[in-house]
């Protein structure tokens, strides 16, 4: 059972690496590399903007499955220095090809990371977990890469949120295999804890599908931000996805 399993989650893997190649080889925008829409990767990009506050001595950072380097981009004009890795060619030529001052690129996987242990002050890995099997060794090689106390973000498909349940029940009624891979809070929790993250702080990440993106600025005002929080199974509800923020044990 175990070697079926094990068999299955590489099939799985397989399927989104080829499946975000051809992505990469056939859009030339960062949504259509990363397969989101335009509108639900700008929202991603906001609510980063929102959270993100790193020390000033916080310099260099990791992005772990960059794509097309969205949020590489974003760091980098802020001030930061940024390495930005991805184990699709395709989408890392394309990030170079629009590249900004402050970023080096490179093809590299996130499970097996070539970077020395403590080379980097933060790591933020986004858009990557539902492509694979677990969020263990991503965590591990995060927690790795960067200094003791370092800031390591990493976000995840919410799999409480109703569409998403909805989805989950209709693919398995019509035996159709898993496409995405989604996760609690809890379990994503548990895979950093074990790297040796701690603090860890989670953060709900409300999108509305493309259909009704007009009415996105509600879900982003002060208001709804803190009953997402102080209510956390309505954020687990209505929550597209959340970003789990944690530091390396010193």
């Avoid at 989604?182 to 790297?195: G, W």
């Avoid at 687990?236 to 923020?245: E, M, N, P, Q, T």
């Amino acid at each position: 059972m175990a070697h079926k399993n094990s068999s299955k989650s590489s099939h799985f893997e397989r399927s989104w690496k080829k499946r975000f190649g051809q992505y990469a080889d056939a859009q030339d925008d960062d949504a259509g590399i990363a397969g989101w829409s335009p509108s639900g990767l700008e929202t991603r990009v906001r609510h980063f903007d929102t959270l993100w506050a790193p020390a000033t001595e916080a310099y260099l950072w990791l992005d772990a499955g960059c794509g097309a380097g969205t949020y590489s981009r974003f760091m980098a004009n802020k001030g930061k220095q940024v390495v930005g890795l991805d184990y699709c060619y395709p989408a890392v030529k394309k990030a170079l090809d629009r590249s900004s001052e402050g970023v080096v690129w490179g093809v590299a996987d996130v499970k097996r990371l070539p970077v020395a242990n403590g080379s980097f002050d933060g790591a933020i890995c986004f858009g990557v977990t539902q492509a694979l099997s677990t969020s263990n060794d991503v965590s591990r090689e995060l927690a790795a890469a960067v200094k003791p106390g370092g800031e390591v973000w990493i976000d995840a498909l919410n799999s409480t949120c109703l569409p998403h349940l909805i989805g989950h029940v209709k693919r398995k009624f019509l035996r159709r295999d898993m496409h995405l891979r989604y996760e609690s809070p809890r379990e994503l929790r548990r895979a950093m804890a074990d790297a040796g993250i701690v603090k860890l702080k989670r953060y709900w990440i409300p999108i509305l599908p493309y259909r009704f993106h007009r009415y996105q600025w509600f879900f982003e005002t002060k208001g709804m931000r803190w009953l997402l929080h102080t209510l956390p199974i309505l954020g687990a509800l209505l929550s597209h996805g959340f970003v789990i923020k944690g530091y390396r044990q010193k």
